[in-house]
């Protein structure tokens, strides 16, 4: 029992040791005493009293203006939806986001990608060629409804 304590006793001291040496390396890395406020806001907040339900810190609202249409642009094929991301590609390809089983279609047929508040359709020089609304485009900005056509694979653009 008695070499139990001692043991804890070592631990308890080698414990506060490691804090200190840690707390010392931070101070030389930051350049900053222990518990110095990082700036002056959380100075002030510190001085001042403040009840339980304030925060510590103001934060500033962040907004996502000019992401919505791009987190809710869908591409829908028959009953099946998929959500666009920057880069997303169609294709026959392993490569692709969309794997099409169409022999018309090239291993990676087109591209999409965000254009300001919307979306384009870029053909990557398929041998077929890419149709939006039956015309043949080689690049073109998506409306909702809007159809794509990828061999005999047609698409529909939508914006939630």
Avoid at 51 to 65: C, G, I, N, V
Avoid at 93 to 105: F, V
Wanted: charged share 30%.
């Amino acid at each position: 029992m008695w070499r139990n304590t001692a043991a804890r006793s070592e631990g308890v001291e080698f414990v506060a040791g490691l804090r200190s040496f840690l707390g010392r390396i931070i101070q030389v890395i930051t350049g900053k005493r222990r518990g110095q406020a990082e700036n002056m806001q959380e100075k002030v907040s510190a001085e001042s009293s403040l009840s339980d339900d304030e925060p510590t810190k103001r934060y500033e609202a962040f907004s996502f203006k000019g992401r919505d249409r791009q987190c809710r642009a869908l591409l829908r094929l028959g009953t099946q939806v998929f959500m666009l991301q920057p880069g997303f590609l169609v294709g026959r390809g392993a490569s692709c986001h969309l794997r099409l089983s169409d022999p018309r279609a090239s291993r990676v047929h087109a591209r999409f990608a965000p254009v300001g508040e919307g979306w384009e359709v870029q053909d990557n020089a398929s041998k077929n060629g890419t149709f939006l609304n039956g015309q043949r485009i080689k690049r073109a900005v998506l409306r909702h409804g809007d159809t794509i056509r990828i061999g005999q694979t047609v698409l529909t653009y939508e914006e939630r």
